[in-house]
């Protein structure tokens, strides 16, 4: 079945220790999304992909970058993850050439020790 | 602004009985709207999603939401609910366009009693 696929599940990571996150998609969607979410809140953009075209949130700290290198994987790298970073990363995909909805995958639930 | 509203943050129900959760949106232009589901440490799933067309919308798992410009509400609802429904609710209002960034409201948690 084509899906969306993130890599690990779960992660722990240190205090200021460089973590990356990954997903990949067998949709082929040109657009692609990451989200943060926290315990019992909304999830929040961070940023998106169009094809190559990065576009980042005003708020997204400059902690979080992103790769796409190319259509089916992107990577989320946290440079110096603080304890304010744990919480669940989600990746979605759209195609965007038509009108539908974005197709989320599993999460990486990110633990900061 | 645009923004959405869910007022209910938690809402307990029977096996059985019926579900109603509330979706208010503000939004400028023609919106388009989304119910996705959450089970504990899972992604979000959509439920069902409003275009255009038909104001009343059917989705999986016996979900149905209505459109109602009038009132800006997009509300979800199951005639009888099962166990396996319990999990978070997350209302959403896109914009379309090339990118089709989401608003999510804060979601209702539903808890399924038996």
């Known amino acids: 079945d084509a899906m969306v696929i993130q890599n690990p599940r779960y992660q722990v990571t240190q205090f200021g220790k460089p973590v990356t996150l990954s997903c990949s998609q067998t949709?082929?969607?040109?657009?692609m999304y990451w989200y943060q979410q926290k315990s019992s809140q909304a999830p929040k953009l961070l940023f998106h992909?169009?094809?190559?075209?990065?576009?980042n949130e005003a708020d997204t700290p400059d902690n979080f970058q992103s790769r796409r290198p190319n259509t089916s994987f992107c990577f989320l790298d946290i440079r110096s993850p603080g304890l304010g970073d744990a919480a669940m990363y989600l990746c979605?995909?759209?195609?965007?050439?038509?009108?539908?909805?974005?197709?989320f995958g599993p999460g990486t639930r990110l633990t900061v020790l | 602004a645009q923004s959405v509203t869910q007022p209910d943050i938690h809402i307990t129900v029977s096996e059985g009985a019926s579900l109603e959760l509330r979706c208010n949106y503000s939004?400028?232009?023609?919106?388009?709207l989304f119910w996705y589901v959450q089970s504990p440490g899972q992604g979000l799933q959509l439920l069902l999603k409003?275009?255009?067309?038909?104001?009343l919308v059917q989705g999986i798992k016996g979900f149905e939401a209505e459109f109602k410009r009038s009132q800006s509400s997009f509300n979800l609802r199951k005639p009888s609910v099962h166990w396996s429904d319990a999990a978070e609710y997350f209302c959403?209002?896109?914009?379309?366009?090339?990118?089709?960034?989401?608003?999510f409201g804060t979601g209702t948690l539903l808890a399924v009693q038996p």
């Open positions: 409003y275009f255009s067309g038909d104001t």
């Open positions: 979605a995909t759209r195609e965007g050439r038509v009108y539908n909805e974005q197709f």
């Open positions: 992909y169009y094809d190559k075209d990065f576009n």
């Open positions: 959403a209002v896109g914009g379309g366009g090339a990118t089709n960034k989401l608003i």
């Open positions: 949709l082929n969607h040109n657009v």
């Open positions: 939004y400028g232009a023609t919106p388009y």
